[in-house]
């Protein structure tokens, strides 16, 4: 597992996991023995990226890593923005009414 810790914020984490799975059947008619075949999915703080790592060279694995990790600085920077635009605008909501100071 790969995780970069961000002071004050959510950290980022990369966990490759090795999945056993049926091998899909599109004709409708089941085989007689259980067919299975690995892929090894990307997990991070959300979950599984869905995606299947087997076959990639080294640098796209790194890419895909470089990738997720801008991706999780994205959505902290937009929740940053989203927090501070709240708290300047403490506006009401039918979810949360607005607090008193």
């Known amino acids: ?5 961000i002071e004050g914020a959510r950290a980022f984490q990369y966990r490759i996991a090795l999945l056993e799975k049926p091998i899909p059947v599109f004709s409708g008619r089941m085989t007689g023995q259980t067919d299975i075949y690995y ?9 599984s990226g869905g995606s299947d790592l087997m076959g990639l060279t080294r640098q796209q694995l790194i890419d895909d890593v470089l990738e997720r990790y801008e991706a999780h600085l994205a959505f902290l920077s937009v929740s940053a923005e989203n927090d501070t635009a709240s ?6 909501s039918v979810l949360t009414p607005p607090t008193r100071s």
């Open 39 to 47: 892929r090894l999915e990307v997990f991070t703080q959300t979950g």
């Open 1 to 5: 597992m790969l995780s970069a810790e």
């Open 87 to 92: 708290a300047e605008n403490d506006t009401a």
